[in-house]
């Protein structure tokens, strides 16, 4: 009996179409799990953007569909096809997990679905994935560790290690590193691993005691950044050897790490005291609307719906003109609260990459890291 | 008797004309379960009818995934017809090597020994360039030859006769002399040894047998999602099909299908917008809620419901 | 002197530094019961274990009719014509008593391969399995779930699992444990009808029942025999009744 | 690696496996006395880290005293916690098939981290470390050891030293162990053995909330931080015998040695080696370290 109302309820759900008069957004967002503040920062910065615009993109009125991912690739693809099959949305807009990235790629690509992913960085989604319906509004993994690169080097430090999790993020943004960093004259002596999500760093700290670098890059993000920042100041390694990292080693962290973060640099796209009137007005309305300052992720989001805003403006509404869609979108500029950026021929943000160092909760700004540097977006055939 | 043939005829009747009336989302979702119900059903051989616990049945499930895509990449073009067997055989044969040294263990160092070797299958796709690392790889394409399985119809047809052969091989498995000594191995398998049985073999042939199905669940998901991810053989995988079994009710090979379609069909209608509106994104609390009710309830799983029934019904008659 | 089934010739057994079983030698001729009785941790039960190739001796040799069976494997001995109880149920309480003896009588012909073949179809297994419930008296209970015997039933039941593998030895750990004196009564008349062409090995405390259907009967103390005999040898010996029967 | 490296690393090894050995403590006595296979021990864990951070201000505001009164708080709490769980959920699984026990520890895990996202957050938070314990030793040339890891440590010790003296020497501990070998006995003693159960899953509670609580300063509390260390656990419990506190120390310390030094000197291979470690052990020896009667 239970299992009949389940199965019509399923039924239901499989087979409802709706009028097509509404623009149907499907947020593919983690709700639970480790991402899951992510997944709402993310959500937040795309309305806000949309409300921003009266609710409305191009004429059209929005309506969400919203799944959790639970950032599982295992249940991506299943995910991503309810958003496609089920409720026929008319664009995607996901997600932070890079291996769920993955699977809704390759989804967007066999359907044509509009696809804008927000967060995850996995270099292939611009590169041997990348489609004329597929947009990234955040980075490579590649990007922040190139920009890293060229700053440690130019400070003259010339013997670098660099540790992070033994995953696909980490060795992509150690390579854009090394290859930064190795052009400017410095050697990565060492690259320490430690295995996706271990935080028992203590015997990784002690090689980089006993092999004395002159510097340390890292790559961690969430609970590991934290503990990592943290353990390396206990170890007293931070008074003796600088630690650089890819931004999100102290984005949305801040406040667990407390002081032990406190002078850290770190690269990325956003930085929290731009202080720029574009950023400025965005960050208002943003704590206005949520009572929270926006983040990165927030302003991922908020830059997802701008870029979908302006291919829709181009092909008014229809999203079935796909081509017009994507010449649009890569010849605009989009004005993105972290600065004006446009997207490369791989659809990937050709950005500004801010140094920034860590001033009691914020990420104030240095100055520019890397100025409009793009992704080489490697096997990428469009 | 009857009427367990009944209901099986009912599902695999429904199952074979849900694609008359489903879209094409419809057609995804139940694909996605008839595969969660053959990996269930392998698992089920274990636990249900040899009362061996494996937790990492991932594994198997996984290296099917994993061989299908690495076959495909490695040789163009290739034919279903020895492209599924080959990653069945993969998977089985994993299984055998696995069973072999863990089958020396009992109970709960059983059920960590399998752990142990499921892991080490995952670290091995997860930390080495072997397939595609951390993020996972895609299968070059869809096996066209001599079944185009980029049709969804066809797709669904295969799945759906893998399911019923499945079903079948097995519901013959454990009538025969081989199933039923599986059965006493689970009731008791010191007086299985008295009486004559050598029990290892029979335990070794039920995990290999067992890793094999996981391996062809593997192939079909692989093939449906056209890529694979190291996450496919984590433990939580391991954990969330010991669970279907568990919610349908061990010991029944319908348990292991009614089990599959449950903790779908759960998992639809907690996560659904329309019933829960904007705390649908809690939807976790109201499947462990349900979860922790039916252990609590349920003795014998969702296959006992009919038997609690008939129990209170005779209960009030007396 | 008919002929001997089971022999075994200085069984030892240590754990860590106790002897549970010390230098046992022992010989079942056919037809013959043989009781071992001895206090609790006498290590009779260990030699029922020994014996049937459940636990690894020490020491020493079993044959098993006029062959060294010592480095096989419990199936393996049970297979060339061994069986045996358990002192607690060992019963399938799931089955009934009919699948209880048919899987007992499927050892001898396992035909494991032919998995498409219903288990039933073996007609020869069937056969066995329902003359083992006759002889052993359960034929009226065939059908019923074995969990739902008596019992008494229940240890009948053993005795038909064991009859069903056809075996020339019998060892029989306590098969009157916790018997009222009518199952008691019933268990002894099917043992006895039991005794011709096999061997019997009976591990019993019921001094009564063992002093009346015995042939020989074997004391042991310690793990260690201290007199085999005759039943009227052994009430008269001297150490016996000091050892054991002074205590009554 | 040079012998002063060397050394530093078996401190870490050492202190790692002391971590490990307090998460796990708990679940080896549910585990061990109760045959209870406890998938929420992580949640546990989980919980006592939020309660680490979220009731150090409410505890602050009402009885002053900081981390230390935050954790006797925090240590009632996860007793009467674990005493109404038993009491509402596990008591009537007893005389169940083991897999049900399993099915509704899996469905509190749900429960837990939901409820744990609804009443908190998900973000990622710092808990402070003491005052009292704020300090560091040098160590070697350019590294120093925080106070707190040694205060960490030193709780474990004691944890273990406390749980081997009341499972060995008192009359509650010979009841607690009679009962996990023989239920029917210690019932027909005169002993409520109900009541037993319930202390001994509080207790195996009460020590995973303990272990969140201490190694929050060290950890930070991040959600999904319950899950990592379930797997880990459990291999912590089974390497060393199920239900033996002398090899689930074992234990901790093998698996905190076979990682420490797997990092440094196999990198590519540091995940693999404990399930390597485990597999290895089971094979030689398929009861673990300490097999319990």
């Known amino acids: 009996m239970k299992l009949a109302t389940l199965a019509l309820a399923a039924l239901a759900l499989a087979t409802g179409a709706d009028a097509q008069t509404k623009l149907k957004v499907g947020l593919m967002l983690p709700a639970t799990g480790t991402y899951a503040a992510l997944g709402t920062a993310i959500d937040n910065g795309f309305k806000l953007f949309v409300t921003e615009q009266g609710g409305r993109i191009a004429g059209r009125e929005i309506e969400y569909v919203r799944v959790d991912d639970e950032s599982d690739p295992a249940k991506a693809t299943d995910n991503v096809n309810k958003l496609i099959k089920r409720d026929n949305v008319d664009v995607i807009v996901g997600t932070v997990h890079s291996g769920v990235a993955m699977a809704m790629a390759k989804a967007a690509k066999d359907s044509g679905t509009l696809l804008i992913v927000p967060n995850a960085g996995a270099d292939a989604v611009t590169g041997p994935m990348c489609a004329p319906n597929i947009f990234r509004s955040s980075f490579s993994n590649w990007q922040p560790g190139y920009a890293m690169g060229e700053v440690v080097a130019k400070k003259g430090h010339k013997k670098v290690v660099t540790i992070t999790w033994k995953y696909a993020a980490g060795d992509e943004s150690v390579r854009g590193f090394k290859e930064a960093f190795e052009k400017g004259g410095g050697t990565v002596v060492k690259e320490l691993n430690l295995p996706f999500p271990n935080v028992e760093f203590q015997a990784l700290l002690t090689e980089i005691a006993a092999t004395k670098p002159d510097a340390v890059y890292t790559f961690f993000a969430g609970g590991g950044a934290v503990k990592f920042v943290k353990d390396y100041a206990a170890a007293g390694l931070k008074k003796n050897i600088p630690l650089y990292g890819a931004g999100f080693i102290t984005d949305g962290t801040l406040e667990a790490q407390g002081a032990d973060a406190a002078g850290l640099f770190t690269t990325l796209h956003y930085a929290d005291s731009l202080n720029t009137p574009r950023d400025n007005a965005f960050r208002l309305s943003y704590a206005k609307t949520y009572k929270l300052q926006p983040d990165v992720y927030a302003v991922q989001g908020y830059d997802a719906a701008q870029i979908l805003a302006i291919g829709l403006a181009a092909v008014k509404g229809d999203v079935s003109k796909k081509a017009e869609f994507a010449a649009a979108v890569e010849k605009a500029k989009i004005d993105s609260p972290r600065g004006p950026f446009t997207l490369s021929k791989s659809h990937n943000p050709v950005q500004d990459f801010y140094l920034r160092e860590v001033s009691g909760k914020e990420n104030k700004l240095v100055g520019v890291a890397s100025k409009a540097l793009a992704d080489p977006g490697k096997g990428c055939r469009m | ?318 | 002197m008919s002929e001997v089934l089971l022999r075994c010739e200085r069984l030892t057994r240590r754990w860590g530094g106790i002897v549970a079983v010390n230098e046992v030698s022992l010989a079942l001729a056919s037809g013959e019961v043989h009781a071992v009785i001895g206090t609790n941790g006498a290590g009779k039960s260990t030699l029922i274990n020994l014996l049937s190739g459940e636990i690894a001796p020490s020491a020493g040799v079993v044959e098993l009719l006029g062959q060294d069976v010592s480095a096989w494997s419990q199936p393996r001995r049970a297979r060339a014509g061994l069986g045996r109880s358990y002192q607690r149920n060992t019963i399938y309480p799931g089955f009934s008593v009919f699948e209880n003896c048919r899987l007992a009588a499927q050892a001898r012909r396992p035909r494991a391969w032919r998995w498409w073949q219903s288990a039933l179809a073996c007609e020869q297994t069937n056969e066995a399995a329902r003359a083992a419930a006759q002889r052993a008296g359960l034929t009226d209970l065939l059908d019923r779930s074995a969990g739902l015997l008596s019992h008494g039933q229940k240890r009948q039941l053993e005795i038909a699992m064991c009859l069903a593998t056809a075996p020339r030895v019998l060892l029989l750990d306590e098969p009157l444990a916790g018997m009222g004196a009518e199952e008691t009564e019933r268990m002894l008349a099917l043992l006895a009808e039991l005794r011709a062409g096999q061997a019997m090995l009976l591990v019993e405390h019921d001094m009564d029942a063992v002093f009346r259907i015995a042939d020989r009967i074997t004391v042991m103390v310690n793990g260690a025999v201290i007199a085999s005999g005759a039943p009227d040898a052994v009430r008269a010996n001297a150490d016996v009744q000091a050892a054991y029967l002074g205590g009554h | 690696m040079d012998f002063a490296s060397f050394l530093i690393q078996c401190l870490n090894a050492l202190q790692y496996g002391l971590l490990l050995f307090l998460v796990a403590s708990g679940l080896t006595l549910i585990f061990g006395i109760m045959g209870v296979i406890n998938l929420a021990h992580g949640s546990f864990y989980m919980i006592g880290a939020y309660m680490a951070y979220a009731l150090a201000p409410i505890v602050e505001s009402t009885f002053g005293g900081g981390f230390f009164s935050t954790l006797v708080v925090g240590l009632v709490l996860s007793v009467l916690l674990g005493y109404l769980l038993e009491w509402a959920f596990f008591s009537f699984l007893y005389e169940r098939e083991h897999l049900q026990q399993v099915l509704m520890t899996y469905g509190l895990i749900l429960v837990f981290e939901e409820l744990r996202s609804i009443l908190v957050d998900d973000q990622v938070h710092g808990v402070a470390v003491p005052p009292l314990l704020a300090g560091s030793l040098p160590l070697g040339e350019l590294m120093s050891y925080p106070v707190y890891r040694l205060f960490v440590s030193g709780v474990c010790l004691l944890l273990a030293a406390g749980m081997y003296l009341v499972l060995t020497r008192t009359r509650l501990g010979m009841m607690i162990r009679a009962g996990a070998s023989n239920r029917e006995m210690v019932q027909s003693l005169g002993i409520d053995i109900k009541f037993l159960y319930r202390l001994v899953f509080a207790a195996g509670v009460a020590i995973a909330v303990l272990a969140g609580m201490v190694a929050a300063p060290v950890s930070s509390v991040y959600p999904g931080m319950g899950n990592t260390v379930l797997i880990v656990c459990f291999v912590v419990v089974v390497i060393g015998g199920i239900g033996s506190i002398r090899g689930a120390l074992l234990a901790a310390l093998l698996i905190g040695i076979v990682d420490t030094f797997g990092k440094v000197l196999l990198p590519s291979a540091a995940g693999v080696l404990v399930y390597v470690l485990m597999a290895l052990i089971l094979l030689w020896r398929p009861d673990g370290l300490f097999k319990v009667a």
């Not at chain 2, 009944?6 to 879209?23: I, Y």
């Not at chain 2, 890793?211 to 593997?218: C, E, F, Q, Y």
């Open chain 2, 1 to 318: 008797m009857f009427s367990r043939l009944v209901f099986v005829g009912l599902v695999f009747a429904g199952l074979a004309l849900w694609p008359l009336v489903a879209g094409a989302y419809g057609l995804d979702l139940v694909i996605k379960i008839m595969i969660a119900a053959i990996f269930a059903l392998s698992l089920e051989l274990l636990v249900g009818a040899t009362g061996l616990v494996c937790f990492g049945q991932a594994a198997f499930f996984g290296i099917g995934a994993y061989a299908a895509a690495l076959l495909m990449a490695r040789f163009d073009g290739a034919a279903l017809w020895w492209l599924l067997p080959a990653a069945v055989l993969c998977a089985g044969l994993y299984a055998l090597a696995v069973g072999a040294l863990s089958l020396r263990t009992r109970g709960v160092y059983f059920i960590m020994v399998t752990l142990a070797f499921a892991q080490m299958a995952y670290y091995v796709v997860h930390d080495t360039p072997l397939g595609g690392g951390t993020d996972g790889i895609y299968l070059p394409g869809v096996p066209t030859a001599p079944l185009d399985l980029g049709k969804p119809l066809v797709f669904y047809g295969l799945t759906l006769a893998s399911l019923a052969l499945v079903f079948g091989v097995l519901g013959l498995l454990l009538r025969s002399p081989f199933g039923r000594a599986l059965a006493g191995i689970k009731a008791n398998e010191q007086r299985m040894r008295a009486t004559g049985f050598s029990t290892y073999p029979y335990k070794l042939a039920a995990f290999a047998v067992s890793g094999a199905i996981a391996g062809l669940a593997g192939f079909l998901f692989a093939v449906k999602d056209g890529f694979v991810n190291p996450e496919l053989l984590a433990w939580h995988q391991s954990g969330s099909v010991l669970i279907m079994i568990i919610l349908g009710g061990l010991g029944h090979l319908r348990g292991a299908l009614i089990g599959a379609f449950a903790l779908a069909l759960l998992e639809e209608f907690f996560k659904s917008e329309a019933v829960w509106g904007s705390f649908a994104k809690h939807w976790h609390l109201g499947l462990g809620l349900t979860i922790i009710l039916s252990a609590a309830l349920l003795p014998k799983g969702l296959v006992g419901i009919p038997q609690l029934w008939r129990d209170r019904l005779e209960a009030r008659g007396e």
